[in-house]
């Protein structure tokens, strides 16, 4: 399967001129390109290229290889929605291919700039080191609003070796808390929330701020960047957070021989926003299941822990003991207990017992007879 990796670049100042002004003078030329696809209505990368290839070199600067790699990049942003023109941010990522750059040993990657090749040191951690042997393809290269350089690197790694698996580890998503297993383990959510109840809080308050200041005639700049600064920081304080739990299911399947259970909540969002208040969908459009999926999909994929998605229907309200069905079973949003057999669990726990059961009867079943031949 195929991976992103992030190294830092650590680039000397002459360098890094170097390294930006290149970036700048490529996405100014993408820019100017959008412009043409959008007039010809064409993303056709061929015709772009016969078109406009000499004058990327000449107006632009650009080497061979640049302006053939910027009209892939044009072609690519135009076909994902034709009705608008592509416009690329003055420090918006660059993408290097093998011919644009080669990596020179462990620590430094030579990078083609306007001016001539770089050779870059670089440092990365030992995740990435560990993994970096395998690295293919088309890089890209980003400068981040701190200063910092960053190149992002597409490996292939082999999945790892998939064992079949006789039973499962149930997953059940919530608000409240995030995970929880059929074995009893729970992931809250309690961190999470806190830190996006401040944020809403500082939001609402900055955003009173700056609407008093344009209706006094001023520009809150500061105002601005300073929420877009704390908007990037809950989400990768979520993403994080979504890392570690990946993690510590996946290592709990593989250290058990046991696969993954997981709901299938494609369109989940829409359907519950409407069972809660106005005050409180902030805090459901605030979930990142799916992103939790992916890193919990991926991490297994590598480890061969094979994943299972079931369907979530009546998982909260169906009797992990006896399987009766009700409305009635929840008591409250946290328990559950079951009217017929008044077996009782946190409701949570259950509905991920119940995710585990699916999962091992969907499993196909081998035949005595087919595992003796």
């Not at 490996?155 to 998503?173: H, W």
């Not at 106005?278 to 459901?284: G, L």
């Amino acid at each position: 399967m195929k991976l992103t990796l992030q190294i830092q670049l650590l680039p000397d100042a002459e360098q890094s001129r170097a390294l930006r002004d290149t970036v700048e003078q490529f996405n100014f030329a993408a820019s100017w390109l959008a412009g043409k696809a959008f007039q010809l209505r064409s993303a056709n990368k061929i015709k772009l290229q016969q078109l406009h290839y000499r004058e990327l070199r000449d107006s632009f600067g650009l080497s061979a290889q640049m302006a053939v790699r910027c009209i892939a990049q044009v072609c690519e942003a135009y076909k994902r929605d034709k009705n608008k023109q592509p416009r690329f941010r003055k420090h918006a990522s660059m993408p290097f291919d093998q011919r644009m750059m080669s990596f020179k040993g462990i620590d430094r990657v030579s990078l083609l700039t306007l001016s001539g090749r770089v050779n870059v040191p670089f440092v990365m951690g030992k995740y990435q080191r560990d993994r970096f042997t395998n690295a293919i393809g088309q890089s890209d290269l980003v400068l981040r609003k701190d200063g910092r350089w960053f190149l992002l690197v597409t490996v292939d790694l082999p999945n790892g070796t998939k064992t079949p698996a006789t039973d499962f580890i149930g997953v059940d998503f919530g608000i409240t808390n995030i995970a929880t297993t059929s074995d009893g383990e729970v992931f809250s959510g309690a961190e999470v929330e806190r830190v996006r109840q401040r944020n809403h809080a500082l939001r609402q308050t900055l955003q009173h701020k700056a609407s008093k200041q344009s209706q006094a005639g001023k520009r809150p700049r500061s105002i601005r960047r300073l929420l877009k600064r704390k908007s990037g920081q809950e989400a990768r304080f979520r993403q994080h957070t979504n890392h570690c739990i990946s993690k510590a299911l996946v290592t709990s399947a593989t250290g058990t021989q046991r696969g993954i259970a997981l709901e299938n909540l494609q369109g989940i969002r829409k359907r519950v926003e409407k069972q809660f208040r106005r005050e409180q969908r902030a805090k459901v459009s605030g979930w990142s299941f799916f992103q939790l999926r992916q890193f919990i999909t991926y991490k297994a994929q590598l480890a061969g822990v094979p994943v299972a998605v079931v369907d979530p229907r009546n998982t909260s309200r169906t009797c992990a003991e006896c399987g009766h069905c009700a409305k009635a079973n929840r008591k409250s949003q946290a328990e559950f207990e079951c009217v017929n057999c008044h077996h009782s669990n946190k409701a949570d726990i259950n509905a991920a017992i119940n995710i585990r059961g699916r999962a091992v009867v969907n499993q196909p079943q081998v035949s005595e007879q087919r595992q003796a031949a």
